[in-house]
């Protein structure tokens, strides 16, 4: 990965620590909703823009299920301190959802 993708980077990004093993619906696009407006396992950001790539980081071991609401057939698994990139050959992606194994999971997500 090119370091102007790199996780570090500033951009639209959203950072938490999913506290409980759980799903966490990551939006990329907000449609109205904001930081303001997160839940345990709804997470919004402040810019509203959709991807065709983005990057993940844990800090513990995860899975990607979910794009766009649709399942993937076999999750991803996000290696502990690697990022996990994807891009989709799809119009946008608005929001993608991960699964943990482990409480206090921190989560880093980027997209372009």
């Not at 506290?19 to 696009?29: A, K, R």
């Not at 109205?32 to 509203?48: C, G, L, M, R, V």
């Not at 899975?63 to 301190?81: A, K, M, S």
Request: glycine fraction near 2%; include cysteine.
């Amino acid at each position: 990965m090119s370091d102007d993708y790199a996780i570090e980077k500033p951009g639209d990004n959203i950072e938490f620590t999913a506290v409980n093993i759980d799903d966490y619906e990551i939006f990329f696009s907000h449609n109205d909703n904001t930081s303001a407006d997160d839940t345990t396992t709804e997470k919004y950001p402040d810019n509203s823009l959709t991807a065709r790539k983005f990057a993940i980081r844990t800090d513990k071991n995860a899975t990607l299920i979910e794009v766009n609401g649709v399942p993937l057939t076999n999750g991803c698994t996000v290696v502990q301190q690697k990022t996990h990139s994807e891009t989709r050959n799809i119009a946008s992606i608005f929001k993608i959802k991960i699964r943990t194994s482990t409480a206090n999971t921190k989560i880093k997500v980027r997209w372009f």
